[in-house]
C-alpha cells in the first residue's frame, strides 16, 4: 500500500500556474516537486502501477 498525502483542493488548484524562478536550483526543486505532486494525486486515485513509464519531467 502506497502512503500518501490526501489530495487537497489547494493541491489541485497549484497544478498549471507557471512560475518565475531566480535560479536553476528553484525551477529543478519545482519541477521535482510537481512531479512528485502528481505521482500523489495519480495515487490517491488508485492507480499506483506502471504510472512512473507515464509521467516524465525534463530537467536540463
Known amino acids: 500500500m502506497v502512503s500518501t498525502k490526501p489530495v487537497t483542493t489547494q493541491l ?3 497544478i498549471g500556474k507557471l512560475d518565475q524562478f531566480t535560479s536553476f536550483e528553484e525551477e529543478s526543486d519545482s ?3 510537481h512531479i512528485i505532486a ?3 494525486v495519480l495515487a490517491q486515485l488508485g492507480f499506483v502501477f506502471d504510472v512512473a513509464a ?3 519531467v525534463r530537467n536540463q
Open 38 to 40: 502528481a505521482f500523489r
Open 54 to 56: 507515464n509521467l516524465s
Open 31 to 33: 519541477r521535482q516537486q
Open 12 to 14: 489541485l488548484s497549484a
